[in-house]
């Protein structure tokens, strides 16, 4: 089955700075490549996708790039703030119709 | 629009009891359905997921078992409680193909 890996497992940043987050996934039959923001005790929402036929995608301060030929894509967040600190879910789909997840980073945005 | 509905918030149960943990959507049909459980609030680990009526297909051995009794209704179920139960179960679903999933508000599950 599908296994994707995620990194680094925490981050922090100071208020301002990027964040980069890193997934690796091994099914190369896998198209399409969401990302998930999850506050504290709350449900995973999405944040933005991206599907195998396309290389970058961005929406305002977020964007997420895939190199299928690597088989990973990354989330990249510009001008944090910290009302991002969350944990982020990096998820492929695969299969007949299963999401699997990455373990979760947990971005820690300081002010 | 879409909706889904979990419940309960949050349970706190006895080890060796049973469990019912109930999910439903509305405002969509055919609906894939899932399971997750998230323990120590990381990691989304999938459970169970439905691609239709009385369809269950398992990810992970385990002490749980699911239904699906009508289209938009997933049950999560156990008959015996064990500690490592504990955790935190987010229903979801989607649309076949490339699509987002949605997902419920969550129960937190503690067992004492």
């Known amino acids: 089955g599908e296994n994707v890996e995620q990194h680094p497992s925490t981050l922090s940043v100071q208020e301002g700075d990027s964040a980069v987050i890193k997934c690796t996934y091994s099914?190369?039959?896998?198209?399409?490549f969401p990302w998930y923001k999850q506050e504290l005790g709350k449900r995973p929402q999405l944040i933005i996708d991206?599907?195998?036929?396309?290389g970058e995608k961005k929406d305002q301060r977020i964007a997420v790039t895939l190199n299928k030929t690597a088989k990973h894509f990354s989330l990249h967040i510009t001008e944090t703030q910290p009302e991002d600190s969350a944990v982020y879910f990096c998820?492929?789909?695969?299969?007949?119709?299963?999401?699997?997840f990455g373990k979760g980073t947990m971005l820690l945005v300081s002010p | 629009s879409q909706t889904i509905h979990q419940w309960p918030a949050t349970l706190v149960q006895p080890v060796g009891s049973p469990l019912s943990l109930e999910c439903t959507v509305e405002?969509?049909?055919?609906?894939?359905l899932y399971w997750y459980r998230q323990a120590a609030g990381r990691g989304l680990q999938l459970l169970f997921y439905?691609?239709?009526?009385?369809?269950i297909s398992s990810e992970v051995p385990q002490n749980l078992s699911a239904s699906r009794p009508q289209d938009r209704q997933f049950i999560l179920s156990s008959k015996k409680l064990l500690l490592s139960d504990s955790g935190f179960y987010l229903c979801?679903?989607?649309?076949?193909?490339?699509?987002?999933?949605?997902f419920g508000q969550g129960t937190r599950l503690t067992v004492v």
């Open positions: 998820a492929a789909n695969t299969g007949y119709s299963t999401l699997t």
């Open positions: 979801a679903w989607r649309l076949q193909g490339d699509t987002e999933a949605f």
């Open positions: 991206i599907r195998s036929n396309v």
């Open positions: 099914d190369s039959a896998s198209n399409y």
């Open positions: 405002g969509t049909s055919n609906p894939n």
């Open positions: 439905s691609v239709g009526i009385g369809q």
